[in-house]
């Protein structure tokens, strides 16, 4: 058995991290790129989600390199996330390939059977070893969420442009050689250092927070670099959900500082209820940065995905309500860079411009440009 998994974020650390503890056999998928993307496009439909497109893509190239059994987490509520794993699975097959399909559910009705499917997984070794790899690996990638928050607020005050980008592919090489937890607490120290010790200059800077599907903020090829673009355009960043915070059942994200229960109340003035995905919390996060004095919000979608459509209709009314500038970037296998910098671009002008208005006490109204 060759197990495999499509890239998220820093995911690829929690599920290697694990296999690797537990000594059991595993390919990770080539990283992402452009072939990715038009593997993903040229055999999924035309009509599905983007990020179902691109995992597709990360499978294919997964199977070419070797793994036989692929893993899918399923989502739930009116999102197309949870039929990911069947949708794929069937297209697969039909394209020729050889593979199985490892579908894990976490609802409370579904749990007996991702155990089961967990203990054919993990090929007899006890469950106290599995808990303790997912343990660590779950350290391993709460240290990476907070290095990355670390590098999204410094990243806008580097003296030379890409340094702590380069500072932070050091600490993911770090983290990942790291094999017990004494080890990992030593690289926590260096890495931080590392990071904190990148050469920076005072200039000004804006503060921007970013919302959207949850697979779109964290997997940065897909998203093109949207964290870097903004840092390298004098943008303090923050985003609203990291890995270690989706994974969370508890709803106390501690990486993002928001509690599930904090968002939601914030959203309540113009969205209610839960509507799958990232929605709801597209539009509390929104609020939350207003309050805690954000110049702006870019929020990153899929095309077609059905719970941030929600979000990207009231988000103009939230943006007029209380003021604050949000882009939505809706984003496919269509969506160009050189466009996306753009609109960047102008919506960092526009965040500094305000400010600059604001702190010399002169009120612009927003107008719904955005």
């Given at each position: 058995?060759?197990i495999s998994?499509?890239?998220?974020?820093?995911?690829?650390?929690?599920?290697?991290?694990?296999?690797e503890?537990?000594?059991?056999d595993y390919?990770l998928?080539?990283?992402?790129?452009?072939?990715t993307?038009e593997?993903?496009?040229?055999y999924?439909?035309e009509?599905?989600?983007?990020?179902l497109?691109?995992?597709?893509g990360?499978?294919?190239?997964?199977?070419?390199?070797?793994a036989?059994?692929?893993?899918?987490?399923?989502?739930?509520?009116?999102?197309?996330?949870?039929?990911?794993?069947?949708?794929?699975?069937?297209?697969?097959?039909?394209?020729g390939?050889?593979?199985?399909m490892?579908?894990?559910?976490?609802e409370?009705?579904?749990?007996?059977?991702?155990?089961?499917?967990?203990?054919?997984?993990?090929?007899?070794?006890?469950?106290?070893?599995?808990?303790?790899?997912?343990?660590?690996?779950?350290?391993?990638?709460?240290?990476?969420?907070?290095?990355?928050?670390?590098?999204?607020?410094?990243?806008?005050?580097?003296?030379e442009?890409?340094?702590?980008?380069?500072?932070?592919?050091?600490c993911?090489?770090?983290?990942?050689?790291?094999?017990?937890?004494?080890?990992?607490?030593?690289?926590?120290?260096e890495?931080f250092?590392?990071?904190?010790?990148?050469?920076?200059?005072?200039?000004?800077?804006?503060?921007?927070?970013?919302?959207?599907?949850f697979?779109l903020?964290?997997?940065?090829?897909?998203?093109?670099?949207?964290?870097?673009?903004?840092?390298?355009?004098?943008?303090?960043?923050?985003?609203?959900?990291y890995?270690?915070d989706?994974?969370?059942?508890?709803?106390?994200?501690?990486?993002?500082?928001?509690?599930?229960?904090?968002?939601?109340?914030?959203?309540?003035p113009?969205?209610?209820?839960?509507?799958?995905?990232e929605?709801?919390?597209?539009?509390?996060?929104?609020?939350?940065?207003?309050r805690?004095?954000?110049?702006?919000?870019?929020?990153?979608?899929?095309?077609?995905?059905?719970?941030?459509?929600?979000?990207?209709?009231?988000?103009?009314?939230?943006?007029?309500?209380?003021?604050?500038?949000?882009?939505s970037?809706v984003?496919?296998?269509?969506?160009?860079k050189?466009?996306?910098?753009?609109?960047?671009?102008?919506?960092?002008?526009?965040?500094?411009?305000?400010?600059?208005?604001?702190d010399?006490?002169?009120?612009?109204?927003l107008?719904?440009?955005?």
């Amino acid at each position: 058995m060759k197990i495999s998994w499509p890239h998220m974020g820093s995911l690829e650390f929690v599920m290697s991290s694990v296999f690797e503890e537990l000594g059991l056999d595993y390919v990770l998928p080539p990283p992402s790129s452009q072939r990715t993307l038009e593997l993903g496009t040229r055999y999924g439909p035309e009509f599905a989600c983007f990020p179902l497109k691109t995992t597709l893509g990360n499978f294919i190239e997964a199977i070419e390199a070797g793994a036989d059994t692929l893993i899918m987490v399923a989502g739930k509520g009116p999102c197309r996330f949870g039929f990911y794993a069947e949708t794929q699975r069937r297209i697969l097959e039909d394209a020729g390939y050889r593979f199985r399909m490892v579908m894990l559910e976490f609802e409370p009705n579904k749990l007996p059977a991702t155990i089961r499917k967990l203990k054919e997984l993990k090929q007899g070794r006890p469950w106290r070893s599995v808990a303790w790899a997912i343990k660590f690996a779950l350290s391993k990638a709460y240290l990476i969420d907070r290095l990355e928050q670390q590098a999204l607020h410094q990243r806008c005050l580097d003296r030379e442009r890409g340094a702590t980008t380069k500072a932070l592919e050091r600490c993911y090489r770090m983290v990942w050689e790291a094999d017990s937890y004494a080890s990992l607490r030593k690289v926590e120290q260096e890495a931080f250092g590392l990071l904190q010790n990148v050469p920076r200059e005072e200039r000004e800077t804006v503060k921007v927070g970013i919302v959207g599907e949850f697979y779109l903020v964290l997997e940065p090829f897909f998203n093109l670099g949207v964290e870097e673009q903004l840092g390298n355009l004098g943008a303090y960043v923050e985003r609203s959900v990291y890995l270690t915070d989706w994974l969370r059942p508890s709803g106390n994200n501690p990486v993002a500082g928001q509690h599930d229960r904090e968002v939601e109340e914030a959203a309540r003035p113009y969205l209610t209820h839960f509507v799958g995905g990232e929605g709801l919390r597209s539009v509390g996060a929104t609020v939350l940065y207003h309050r805690n004095g954000y110049d702006g919000v870019v929020h990153v979608m899929p095309f077609t995905c059905m719970p941030e459509t929600i979000a990207k209709s009231i988000l103009p009314r939230v943006s007029r309500d209380l003021g604050i500038p949000v882009l939505s970037l809706v984003i496919d296998e269509m969506t160009g860079k050189a466009g996306v910098a753009t609109r960047l671009e102008a919506f960092v002008d526009l965040a500094r411009f305000r400010r600059r208005a604001r702190d010399a006490g002169i009120d612009y109204s927003l107008q719904p440009a955005f």
